[in-house]
């Protein structure tokens, strides 16, 4: 062969293995209403390359060949399939998928950018819900309790913590926190009832401190909830039951049938007396609007506005003694004057972007104005005789904050690598913090505490998640630093006090796709929750971020193709359990504790339209430092319940039966003090009459039980009793409580 045939044979291979060469192919994943679909699983066949789609639809999938298939899928939507052809190297591949109803048989383990996140999706999908309270209550093993009248924020169980109002539970909307630093009832105050449920699109959580991206809160887990773009069509609808129950809903689509853009406003009115002697006189009004448009290369920009309003009366905790003595019936009150007021404005604008084709850029900016008035009287006659106990909480504030996350795709050697960073900011800025003495409502009898609270959390986090074939190995670190100030205004002389501190919150989590449909997890990391401000600055910067340590060891597996079991052995260990008590003003740190247990979670979908889940968590709790009998934590459940039995549109019927059980719990240190437990069961029934109307009926408290909602442990003093007593005070549970409903969608 000569020279110049030998350099033409040499060229011609070139070119060919030029051609034969794997090639990238770039795509985006819409709806039918042409709505970019995020995480849809894109995966190559033939070269086992796989992907997810971003925000706005797009992907960029690897290795692909001419002739090789391509599956793009995703929960609640027909999967599709494609043949690489050759003008999907120089054009961007469109794909469409369909919507369906979701089917737990479909769901791939291995599949899911987080696997328990789209088990979620199917309880909600299953079991919709038609309150800001029951939202919570998605979330796998946590439990949620009220005691002051409807207004107040709820009290929260989760993994043996009695987490009151948010103290161990970071909580997030659309990137906003919910969570309140410094806040005038207590640390981490988090009122979810802005959010109108029919809003919700999606729920984020996880159990422990294993995620660089959550930092204050986020002990026991976390919580982000994620509202809808788009609603497709308007809707209207009312309820009506018992106890003045009444709820009015309306939801209209401003800008229908645009594919670019969306737009819409929701409006929500409440009113409810309860089964109490003295009515709760709660009414809330709730405003919501979103709008999002898709720019040049489909980048997403997205403005949402919101407000809520409310108030309430509330008859407060009681004593068991009053009832059995006949001074007050089950739903009476010692002081009925109790109540409050709370108001939240919120703005937030979210921005997300493809800066490159390996490269994501998500942020958010937001701003909240809130407002909160509450009256209570836990001790009733204990400390004043004449006139009661009732306090008075007030507080005025404002946050500014902002979010961001940068996402590169990359390579370590051969190593397929996620690296995820970020940074952010927020500052609240709380004045006229006050704790009183009043009487009525009306009258202030003294100041315990009032002053001015200014508090900046700075941070950045980086997180990486390295592909070892059916392994990911994901170490993450998280740098916080703090700035807390305090000016005291019942103090004559001018002076802020202050404090900084910065704390490093590691993490390591492996994960072991062993096959398709069985994915085993070990987590570890170090999390924290701040304390209050006026505590800090009181303290000289003593415990200002307590740490916690955390481990879980698990595994999501689906041994049939309708039914998926979660579990994870878990431990817990707290620095301090070191929390500001706004309810006496007083500062109550109670050491060291330990939690290890047990999450057992199984989902079972009879048929298309009957579908089964369970949770159950099992806790043993602890304070460390304290001996054996005198070591329990107050109100830290051992068992936890949750589940039901749903029937999805079965020829346009649906209905579904709900049920929740926590058990007997030590009410104080010694357990000499028991908080009853309680199972409750829930229904709900709906028909659409046909696309446009449906019609519905919702039981609370099914079998008429007599259970206690919220129980504390408390010294009280009754007007005439000469010495006081420490026993149970409790808020009664609804008793059976039926209302009806009517919706209309256009």
Do not use: C
């Amino acid at each position: 062969m000569s020279i110049t045939n030998s350099l033409n044979y040499i060229f011609f291979l070139f070119i060919l293995g030029t051609v034969a060469q794997a090639q990238n192919i770039k795509g985006i994943v819409t709806d039918e209403e042409g709505q970019p679909i995020e995480n849809a699983y894109v995966y190559n066949l033939n070269a086992s390359s796989h992907t997810h789609s971003l925000s706005n639809g797009s992907f960029v999938l690897e290795k692909n060949n001419l002739g090789d298939s391509i599956t793009i899928g995703l929960l609640g939507y027909e999967k599709a399939t494609v043949i690489v052809a050759k003008d999907y190297f120089q054009n961007r591949l469109e794909i469409v998928l369909i919507s369906k109803a979701i089917l737990l048989s479909e769901l791939i383990i291995n599949e899911q950018v987080n696997a328990m996140n789209s088990i979620s999706k199917v309880d909600l999908e299953t079991s919709p819900v038609n309150s800001s309270q029951e939202i919570l209550r998605k979330i796998p093993g946590l439990i949620i309790g009220q005691h002051a009248g409807g207004g107040k924020a709820e009290q929260i169980f989760l993994r043996g913590f009695d987490i009151d109002h948010g103290t161990d539970i970071n909580l997030s909307v659309d990137g906003m926190p919910v969570n309140m630093v410094s806040h005038a009832h207590g640390q981490g105050y988090s009122d979810l009832h802005f959010i109108i449920p029919e809003t919700i699109n999606s729920i984020n959580f996880g159990k422990g401190p294993y995620d660089a991206d959550k930092g204050d809160f986020a002990t026991a887990g976390y919580v982000g909830f994620n509202t809808k773009d788009n609603i497709n069509g308007s809707e209207v609808s009312l309820s009506y039951g018992q106890f003045g129950s009444l709820r009015t809903l309306g939801m209209f689509d401003l800008l229908k049938n645009n594919k670019r853009s969306n737009a819409y406003v929701a409006l929500e009115y409440i009113e409810f007396d309860g089964p109490y002697d003295s009515p709760q006189n709660f009414n809330r009004v709730n405003l919501f609007g979103k709008f999002s448009t898709y720019l040049k290369g489909n980048d997403k920009l997205s403005l949402t506005v919101s407000h809520f309003t409310s108030r309430w009366d509330a008859s407060g905790q009681i004593p068991q003694r009053a009832i059995d003595s006949g001074l007050i019936s089950r739903f009476g009150s010692i002081d009925d004057t109790e109540g409050g007021n709370t108001s939240r404005s919120n703005i937030n604008v979210s921005y997300d972007a493809q800066l490159k084709d390996d490269l994501q850029f998500k942020s958010n900016v937001f701003y909240s104005k809130y407002d909160f008035e509450l009256y209570s009287n836990f001790t009733f006659f204990l400390e004043d005789p004449i006139n009661g106990d009732q306090i008075r909480q007030f507080e005025s504030r404002n946050i500014f904050g902002f979010n961001t996350a940068f996402i590169k795709d990359t390579q370590v050697g051969n190593v397929e690598t996620k690296i995820t960073s970020g940074f952010g900011l927020r500052y609240d800025m709380v004045n006229d913090v006050e704790l009183s003495h009043t009487k009525d409502r009306n009258e202030t009898l003294g100041y315990l505490a009032f002053g001015d609270v200014n508090e900046t959390n700075m941070f950045g986090f980086m997180k990486a998640e390295f592909q070892l074939n059916k392994f990911v190995i994901s170490p993450a670190l998280r740098l916080d630093y703090f700035k807390f100030m305090y000016n005291d205004n019942l103090v004559t002389a001018y002076e802020t006090l202050s404090e900084t501190k910065t704390t490093v919150s590691p993490k390591l989590n492996f994960y072991f796709n062993q096959n398709k449909n069985l994915q085993w997890f070990l987590k570890s990391g170090i999390g924290f929750h701040s304390n209050d401000t006026r505590v800090v600055v009181a303290k000289s910067g003593e415990d200002i971020l307590p740490k916690a340590y955390g481990a879980d060891l698990g595994a999501i597996w689906k041994p049939f193709p309708k039914m998926v079991v979660n579990s994870a052995l878990w431990y817990l260990f707290l620095e301090q359990e070191f929390v500001y008590v706004g309810d006496g003003g007083v500062v109550e740190p109670s050491g060291k504790s330990e939690r290890y247990g047990l999450d057992v979670g199984l989902r079972y979908q009879f048929t298309d339209w009957l579908y089964f889940n369970t949770d159950a968590t099992f806790t043993h709790a602890r304070s460390v430092e304290e001996p054996s009998g005198a070591n329990y934590i107050p109100l830290a459940p051992d068992l936890t319940l949750t589940g039901g039995l749903a029937i999805n549109d079965l020829n346009g019927f649906s209905a579904g039966i709900r049920y929740r059980f926590i058990d007997d719990r030590p009410a104080n240190e010694d357990n000499s003090i028991v908080a009853k437990g309680y199972l409750v069961t829930d229904l709900n029934i709906n028909y659409a009459l046909n696309k446009n109307i449906s019609f519905g009926m919702a039981i609370e408290n099914l079998f008429d039980t007599e259970w206690n909602e919220t129980q504390f442990a408390t010294e009280t003093r009754l007007q005439s009793e000469i010495n006081p007593v420490d026993e149970i005070h409790f808020t009664p549970g609804t008793t059976f409580f039926i209302k009806g409903m009517v919706s209309y969608k256009f």
